[in-house]
């Protein structure tokens, strides 16, 4: 099991960035794919990101397409999610994945999970 540590969550207006930080205690094959999620109150988790440690490829929900990047630092064991233009409808809580596929990452299946970082967008 991988542990994953977030960070870079807070408040923000509607038209504004931040930054996501999620560190990885080690990389194996069973964290091949890092990624993001979110859930908002009283809705499902859903799935908005995810990237490959060896390639770099990289994958997202519609809903954040052309304005949240997700990137990786494979020397500090670190993913990063780069959030721009965002909406009110970007408030959640934001929760860093690991899992051995892209496939297993982008169903939510078996996936080790971080503690959680509150995102909230001011209109």
């Known amino acids: 099991q991988v542990q994953l540590v977030e960070s870079g969550g807070g408040l923000v207006q509607a038209g504004g960035s931040l930054r996501l930080s999620c560190a990885a205690s080690?990389?194996?094959?069973?964290?091949?794919?890092m990624g993001w999620f979110r859930q908002a109150p009283g809705k499902e988790r859903d799935f908005v990101a995810a990237?490959?440690?060896?390639?770099?490829?990289?994958y997202y929900a519609d809903s954040v397409k052309g304005r949240f990047t997700i990137s990786r630092d494979n020397a500090k064991n670190t993913v990063y999610l780069q959030m721009n233009s965002l909406k009110p409808e970007d408030t959640a809580v934001y929760y860093c994945?690991?899992?051995?596929?892209?496939?297993?990452?982008?169903?939510?299946?078996?996936?080790?999970w971080g503690q959680g970082t509150q995102v909230t967008v001011s209109s």
């Open positions: 990237i490959r440690w060896s390639s770099g490829t990289t």
């Open positions: 994945a690991a899992g051995s596929t892209i496939t297993t990452m982008t169903s939510g299946g078996n996936l080790d």
């Open positions: 080690k990389r194996t094959c069973s964290n091949s794919a």
